[in-house]
Structures are given as C-alpha cells and as structure tokens.
C-alpha cells in the first residue's frame, strides 16, 4: 500500500477531534492526500452501526454482541474507505482503530484478547497501523472533560474502573507496540500538547517518506 495508516486513540476526553484536525492540518501542509475518518463509523453502513453501540437504549448489550459489532462496522470501513484510499496513495488518519477494541472490550468488558485477535486476525489479515498517537491523561481528567459535553452515550455511562482498565490496557499495548507506538501526555496545556504532536509527525514523515 502506497499511503500511511495513523491511528489516534485514548479514552474519553483526552481531546481527540481537537488535536486530529490540528494532526491533518499539519499533514495537509506537507503535502499529504489525507483522508480523516473514525471508528466506529467512516461508512453509512459503519455509521449505522455506531447508532447502535452508542445508544443507552442499548445499556446492557452482551459483551460478545458489542465485540462484533466494532469488527462488523471496522470490515465495512477497510473494504469501503481505508484500504481503497491506502491504495490510491492517501494517507488515512482515523479516529481509533482495533486497539481500542482492545482496551474497551479487552481491558474494560474483560474478553479474552486471544479472541479479540482471532477477529483481528480474521477482518484485517496482517494489516496494522503505520503509527498510533497514543493521547493519555488520568481517568478523572477525561471523565471530567467529557461530562461537560451533555448527554452521555452507553460507553461514557460506564464507570471510572471501565476507564481506568481500558487505559491500562493502552498503556500496555505501547510497551507491547512500541515501534509504532507515541505516547502523549494529553493533560498538559494544548499549545505543548501540540508542539509535541507537531516534532512526532514530522519525524514520522521524515522516517517514512524521507
Ligand atoms: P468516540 O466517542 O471516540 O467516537 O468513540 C465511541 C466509543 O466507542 C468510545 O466510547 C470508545 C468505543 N469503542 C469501543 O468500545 N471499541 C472500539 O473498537 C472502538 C473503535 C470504539
């Protein structure tokens, strides 16, 4: 493939929309073709999907149910947009990928990552990202952040252990994936935040584009 797969991830209100349109800013100033997208979602039918695993109608939904539905929405996106755009030389930037599969449903609803991977395995083959910013903060940060925004979707309704699970497991995964892996300290004021991302994409382009 021609372009370049990064990931943002985190739990809640780690800022991602802000620091993602500041990161495809920064690509588009280089040059880049970049396509933004998110998880779940990035196609109608992922969209649709996304309805589902977000609506408090749904508190209670079965683990397992929850687990296919992220991968049901994540082949659509892949077949749909990513490797399409990948292929055409585009670089994707995509609001979470698997990884947070593997903190939400792994670290947070405790399923076995074995079987996280066999559908890993099973949806994407051996493609992974070229790189994941990893964006952190403390539990209480986040939840804070995020309860300013209004209503609370089924996954924000969880409490803070979820979260604190679904960060470790993170926290984990960066040692684990370490080459393509970028922690940021997301807690500290955005202009440093964003000097930070700023040193990372630029070292990244120069690593894989020269
Ligand atoms: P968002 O609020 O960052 O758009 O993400 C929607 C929610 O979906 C968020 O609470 C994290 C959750 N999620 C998972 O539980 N597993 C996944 O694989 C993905 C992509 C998101």
């Known amino acids: 493939m021609k372009g370049k797969f990064i990931t943002v991830e985190g739990i809640e209100g780690v800022g991602k929309s802000t620091n993602i349109e500041f990161i495809h800013q920064q690509l ?53 947009v990513i490797w399409p755009a990948l292929d055409r030389g585009q670089w994707v930037l995509c609001d979470r990928f698997t990884d947070a599969t593997y903190a939400y449903q792994g670290g947070g609803r405790g399923i076995d990552t074995g079987i996280i991977a066999r559908l890993e395995d099973l949806v994407q083959g051996d493609f992974r990202p070229d790189m994941t910013l990893l964006l952190d903060v403390p539990v209480e940060v986040g939840l804070s952040r995020a309860g300013k925004r209004g209503e609370l979707d089924r996954f924000e309704q969880e409490q803070v252990e979820f979260f604190e699970r679904g960060r470790q497991a993170y926290l984990d995964m960066a040692q684990t994936y370490h080459g393509r892996y970028r922690i940021i300290d997301a807690s500290r004021p955005l202009t440093e935040v964003q000097s930070q991302l700023q040193s990372l994409i630029s070292l990244f382009m120069h690593d894989y584009t020269g």
Do not use: N, W
């Open 28 to 80: 588009l100033a280089a040059g880049k073709d970049v396509v933004v997208t998110r998880e779940p979602g990035g196609t109608p039918l992922g969209e649709a999907i996304r309805g589902l695993l977000l609506d408090p109608a749904y508190t209670g939904m079965d683990s397992t149910c929850e687990l296919q539905l992220m991968f049901a929405a994540r082949a659509q996106h892949l077949a749909q």
